[in-house]
């Protein structure tokens, strides 16, 4: 481990931390705000406390205050958002034209110029607030999608202060990136930034090759693009968990009695088969469910014996692609439950909300199979706190080839979620696998999650941002 105390710090009150992304990193309680859980915000709230530093973003309600937040020793800046711009930034260009494109597209995006001006007008609000309120010499750190215009925007205004953009989600090959008519646009905002990151190697090669052919920015190094007098350093820094977080969480006798309450409930069967994402039509639900429903129909599994529990979060419910998967899912589940649940005992136990942590530790410690399926995901965070909550050293991950958390569990059972046959033997292997390989492949993946946290995350990508 790379030890995040051992270096001087990347940032310091001289060379403060600015972060922005879509979202705040708090939400409204009855005494008012409070920081939102989470290993992201965890990770990179004290970096942003220690160097006196400061959050932009939207709150989560339209039309809020732009007056500053004072929370936890942090100064947050709300961007003011109204409910138009909601749906043409955040639901439409967002979420609807770049989040389906960027995950190869696997939904037809819509490209409507409305919501791409209003994508330009909030990412313009965003860099001015940065340019208005980042100390001078300060390191600027943005992220994701939905800003990818606020690096330009902010280089604009402020030459002083080190931009980085890092993209939590995958960043599409030029075949398919080419088919946005703002391609050229989305480009050079990005090229204001000095540091790109991306969760994957593959992501920042798809970066530089649309950067060269959309723009012409040359590749003058392994990992340095160069347009109009400014180097840019594009790199991959794999996004992690608190991993000493949910070992700790895992290992408490808390959680050791919810895990026997929880196999108690379910009727006690041989084997838990648990799916834990957010609703959302990129992570494979549906297919997961019907390769289960398939193994029970052609009886491979027994209801019985084998159960499956979904949680699924509620996620863009006002966007009509999520709640048409919600309603396939639901009637996926409806259709299995109806043909093999018992009185009392359904073969899929589903969740439909968000949960807090100290239950989701206790189910991915319950699960002896844990089924992360997606069609592409940049990372995939529930692969290993799975991976950490497994404290026993038992239990197995199936797991799509097309995550990025592919790249460094690869003991975990592999496959390709567009398979259906493929899907379907890798659950049996799954539910059939010897402790004897179940052990040693569960404490390669746990070393290799051990190997690097959230906060080796925030630091190496920090220390580039430095460097640069
Ligand atoms: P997401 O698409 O949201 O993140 P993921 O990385 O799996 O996907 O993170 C989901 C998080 O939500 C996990 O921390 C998980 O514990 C939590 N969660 C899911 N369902 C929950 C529930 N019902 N109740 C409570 N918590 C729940 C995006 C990208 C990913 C990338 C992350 C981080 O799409 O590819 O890994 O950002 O960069």
Redesign the pocket.
Known sequence: MSGINEQPPPVSPERPLVLAANRLPIRRTEDGWATSP???VRALLPIVQESKGSWVGWTGEADSSSEMIHVDGIDLHPISISDRELERYYEGFANDTLWPLYHDAIRDSGYRSEDWDAYVDVNRRFADRLAEISPPGANVWIHDYHLQLVPMFLRERRQDVRIGWFN??PFPPLELFQRLPWRAEIIRGLLGADVLGFQRARGARNFVAAAHQLAGATEVADDLVHLDDHTVQVGHFP?SIDVDEFELLASGRATRQRVSQIRTRLGDPEVILLG???L?YTKGIGSRLRAFGQLLDDGRLDAERHVLVQ???PTRERVELYQEERREIEQIIGEINGRHARLGFPAIHYLY???PVED?IPLYRAGDIMLVTPFR??????AK?YVAAHVDGDGVLVLSEFT?AADELSDALLVNPHDEQALQDAIVQAVEMHRHERRPRMEAMRTAVADANVGDWARSFLDALAGA
């Open positions: 989470g290993g992201l939590h989600i996004i834990v994402d957010r959302d949680i699924a979060t909300r968000m949960l989701l995901d940049g990372m995939n965070l529930v706190e990025g």
